[in-house]
């Protein structure tokens, strides 16, 4: 067992700043990288030692996987930890981290390979009888076999693609009419974003609910998993609130989507922190979507609910140990709710805002935790995701905890750019959200932006103002963005999950 000495870290802001936390207390040292946006960012303050890696574009810097390891040997570090997005799911990355003789904090290539490619994911996962959502077993580009198949399954149907996600390549098809028009526009718009037009179909679920299960391996093949995190208040595919545990599980169903989610890990020889992702839908049946092969931006809930710090359990699996706690063990404590605020206008169809931090003052107080990467007087970087803080509020039962979120949402001040903590304070006000009764549609179904009672909603130039933001960004190069993973780091056009 080698023990890690010196982390660097290879991400920026929250998640960096997350890790870089924890590795101090366990008495590693850490480096940052960072691109010339980021030069001020306080992780690169926080870090024991910085390098720059390059021009602000992502694909200048945070993707340069030759920079970050060159910038791991030049100082020394005998680890390196992908945080989420950018090469966090990447195995060529992790190969290349394995190969130059350091430890990569992460699952092994190869179970990035596999679960990187929803088609593979899906075979391997039905090999250990996890549930799937009926549809195509392959990757298909034919329009005409690809419609038959849509009649056999049933319509309404769901058209994903095989690579990449953030919503890219994904259309809801109702009926055979409207096929091949969306199927086509589903081919298309994969191969842009990810160089791979091939996709799958499968039964679309009317009234789906986004539910996922935290799952931990070590490298001597044992499996637990964390419980499950209700992911369903989402806008364009991207969560914005997240809760654990989900209001809809029975302790029976848990333990069954728990055993489910611990054989897909086992499917692929996991290792290290992943969470896989399931669908479930209005009478209680569960499909399994994906597994990110990282860890979540939205972790905070499960080490609220266990008690236990999800980096410092992935740093102690890379360096060989084993997990020090059975299934049995584990235990819920309480109920945690996250809400992530981003530079976003929810009364302007959540278009990306920019700006300067003129007031940033977080809430403060019992069970409330802030994860972020700003401070007052900081601007929010044009070239990165636009998520300013994660706030996550911990009590004793769900109905307290969204009090305790309420009152932190008013508690936070922010000045400078528009957020979503309006947005978030709406979610935790509803009917629907406070009852359990919703799913993925809630902000279709219930939000519009004269709920927000802003004042500003209606003024024209704030409209303009935000539409022109957007053709600033796609005036760049887009070959110089990556679009990341899940839920993460990335561009604006295509945030995450």
Request: net charge negative.
């Amino acid at each position: 067992m080698t023990k890690i000495t010196k982390l660097l870290v290879a991400n920026r802001g929250e998640i960096a700043l997350r890790i870089m936390r924890s590795s101090r207390e366990l008495g590693i040292k850490t480096v940052a990288v960072f691109s010339e946006a980021d030069r001020q960012a306080l992780h690169v303050r926080f870090a024991d030692e910085a390098i720059c890696i390059g021009p602000p574009p992502s694909a200048e810097s945070y993707l340069r996987m030759d920079k970050i390891i060159a910038a791991a040997r030049q100082t020394g570090a005998n680890a390196i930890h992908p945080g989420y997005g950018f090469l966090s799911e990447n195995e060529d990355f992790a190969q290349a981290v394995i190969d130059a003789g350091l430890i990569f904090v992460g699952p092994p290539p190869h179970a990035i390979e596999i679960m990187g490619n929803k088609i593979a994911a899906k075979n391997a996962a039905a090999k250990f009888k996890v549930p799937l959502v009926p549809g195509t077993a392959e990757p298909i580009t034919d329009v005409t076999k690809a419609k038959k198949l849509s009649k056999e399954i049933g319509y309404p149907v769901l058209i994903k693609a095989s690579a990449g996600g953030g919503g890219k390549g994904m259309r809801i098809v109702n009926n055979e009419a409207e096929f091949s028009e969306q199927m086509e526009r589903a081919v298309s718009e994969a191969t842009s974003a990810f160089g791979d037009g091939s996709v799958f179909i499968e039964k679309y679920v009317t009234k789906p609910r986004h539910i996922e299960f935290q799952i931990f391996g070590d490298q001597q093949g044992n499996v637990v998993h964390l419980f499950e995190r209700e992911c369903s208040i989402q806008r364009r595919h991207q969560k914005v609130v997240e809760e654990a545990p989900s209001s809809v599980l029975t302790p029976a169903l848990r333990k069954v989507m728990g055993e489910a989610a611990v054989n897909a890990a086992r499917s692929c020889g996991y290792f290290n922190a992943g969470t896989v992702e399931f669908i479930l839908d209005e009478n209680k049946n569960f499909y399994f979507l994906e597994m990110n092969t990282r860890l979540q931006v939205e972790h905070p809930v499960t080490e609220q609910i266990t008690g236990l710090d999800l980096v410092k359990l992935q740093i102690s699996i890379a360096e060989g140990e084993k997990i020090p706690f059975s299934q049995d063990e584990l235990r819920i404590r309480g109920h945690a709710i996250e809400v992530r605020v981003y530079a976003e206008d929810p009364a302007n169809s959540f278009l990306p805002d920019i700006g300067t931090l003129k007031t940033y003052r977080r809430p403060q107080g019992h069970g409330i935790r802030v994860d972020d990467g700003f401070e007052e007087g900081m601007s929010i970087p044009f070239y990165y995701d636009p998520m300013i803080a994660k706030m996550i509020c911990h009590d004793e039962t769900r109905e307290a905890a969204i009090e305790k979120t309420i009152r932190a949402i008013d508690e936070y001040q922010i000045t400078g750019v528009a957020t979503t903590l309006g947005f978030c304070k709406f979610v935790m006000q509803h009917n629907a959200f406070r009852s359990g009764n919703f799913d993925t549609r809630f902000v279709e179904q219930y939000f519009t932006p004269e709920v927000l009672n802003n004042p500003n909603a209606d003024v024209d130039e704030g409209k303009v103002a935000a539409a022109l933001a957007v053709k600033l960004f796609d005036e760049k190069d887009q070959s110089t963005l990556q679009s990341a993973p899940s839920e993460g780091i990335n561009r604006w056009k295509t945030n995450r999950t």
